[in-house]
């Protein structure tokens, strides 16, 4: 393929997440008005746009700029308040917080989410992808709640994304116990 052929899948792929996040939180829509997608029909939609991204060929040709659009779509995910959307947002920062720029809006959703939601399957995601944001507010939460998580699996994950960020030591590990 071509250059321009690959500058063109990677623009189709950035407004198919785009239509995804405008036909889901609707800028024309009243606020009150639900989506009349599932959360199955909208994960698969997310889903099959990361899976286009991650072809090396369409990744290569992503500019700066379509990456902050597709980071700024996943801001509006996130505060959409339907699940489907901010789990598959979720999922999206994790494999490509390296190439997104996140905002402290998108952050604090994130904490919102980490703090609030009633799953900690969930919860251990939204601290994952805090991780990944890097944001300095976002980790330094992290590792002010720690020792207040109730939940064992969610106080390690927020460990290990802390020692994965060179947040806080772990320690020598110890050998043969």
């Not at 939180?25 to 997608?37: C, D, K, L, N």
């Not at 494999?95 to 720029?101: E, I, P, T």
């Not at 809006?105 to 799953?119: F, P, S």
């Amino acid at each position: 393929m071509n250059t321009n052929a690959h500058t063109s899948i990677a623009r189709r792929t950035l407004l198919t997440l785009a239509l995804l996040v405008t036909l889901t939180i609707g800028a024309s829509t009243p606020a009150t008005a639900q989506p009349s997608f599932s959360d199955e029909d909208l994960g698969q939609l997310i889903e099959a746009t990361g899976q286009r991204l991650n072809q090396p060929e369409v990744r290569a040709h992503v500019t700066r700029a379509q990456w902050d659009t597709f980071g700024d779509n996943l801001e509006k995910a996130l505060a959409c308040g339907h699940e489907g959307v901010q789990q598959s947002a979720l999922r999206m920062i994790i494999f490509y917080g390296d190439n997104l720029s996140i905002s402290r809006t998108g952050v604090h959703e994130t904490v919102r989410i980490y703090r609030d939601h009633d799953d900690d399957r969930v919860r251990r995601m939204a601290v994952v992808a805090l991780g990944k944001i890097k944001d300095p507010w976002g980790l330094d939460m992290l590792k002010r709640s720690a020792r207040f998580e109730k939940s064992p699996g969610v106080r390690h994950t927020i460990q290990a994304v802390l020692a994965e960020s060179s947040t806080i030591d772990l320690g020598p590990a110890k050998v043969g116990l």
